[in-house]
């Protein structure tokens, strides 16, 4: 049993879609998995209604029972994964210190890297662990180098998975499947899968 909480102030992080991925990349390794989805946006919600998937259980839940949903969920499942909203700052301490891991989605911005540095600072008071994964990095130049910068300023440990910007992850949403399971020999699909690997590493 081990819960991972995916949590980022900024929306349109990827919070949703990594979760996901994470969550079907478990899924191909034979692991049962809570989906708990605390997020009034319900996108990770609709995202396991489409997938029909027995070895996936959805915690569709309410704020005041968030604590509750991720104790449930950890109890009947194998993996859990929780998928936050952007700012609902109690929730968000509920499921942080529930957490065995949380994973912060960065686009690799200056907005998005000053939003990383207070979550950080918000794991931090929750005893929470954190590690920042770069998400819709391009093939190179952009404002990575400056974002990786501030991120290790603000004392982010950065995960060496990262995931390009790639329409493979947002097709998900479109059939309630992962980049791995569509195509399984595509770029997105090994980027999903070496995010699982260095997850379950980091669960030890
Ligand atoms: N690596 C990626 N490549 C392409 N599109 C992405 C990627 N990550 C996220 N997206 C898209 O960006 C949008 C926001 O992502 P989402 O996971 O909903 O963010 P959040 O849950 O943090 O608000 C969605 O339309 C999603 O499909
Ligand atoms: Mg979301």
């Known amino acids: 049993m081990a819960v991972v909480v995916f949590a980022q102030q900024k929306g349109g992080s990827g919070k949703t879609t990594l979760a996901a991925h994470l969550a079907a990349a478990w899924r191909q390794a034979g692991m049962t998995v809570g ?6 946006q319900r996108s990770l919600s609709r995202w396991a209604e489409l997938r029909r998937d027995g070895g996936v259980s959805l ?10 949903d991720i104790r449930d969920a950890a109890k ?6 929780v998928d936050c909203p952007g700012a609902a700052e109690s929730l968000l301490r ?3 210190r529930a957490s065995n891991l949380v ?5 690799p911005t200056q907005l998005d890297a000053w939003a990383t ?16 994964v770069l998400n819709r990095v391009p093939a190179r130049g952009g404002t990575l180098e400056e974002a990786e910068r501030l991120l290790a300023e ?7 998975a990262r995931l390009g910007n790639r329409v493979a992850f947002s097709n998900a949403f479109l059939t309630g499947r992962s980049a791995g399971e569509m195509q ?15 997850v379950e590493a980091l669960l030890g």
Not at 59 to 68: I, L, T, V
Not at 76 to 81: E, I, L, Q, S, Y
């Open 35 to 40: 989906l708990v989805d605390v997020d009034p």
């Open 59 to 68: 915690y569709s839940s309410k704020d005041w029972r968030a604590g509750s």
């Open 76 to 81: 009947g499942c194998d993996r859990v994964v």
């Open 94 to 96: 509920t499921a942080l």
């Open 103 to 107: 994973v912060l989605p960065c686009q």
């Open 117 to 132: 540095g207070a979550m950080l600072e918000m794991c931090a008071k929750e005893k929470a662990r954190a590690r920042v």
């Open 154 to 160: 603000s004392g982010a440990e950065l995960m060496q």
């Open 184 to 198: 399984p020999r595509s770029i997105a699909a090994a980027e999903a899968k070496a995010l699982e690997q260095e």
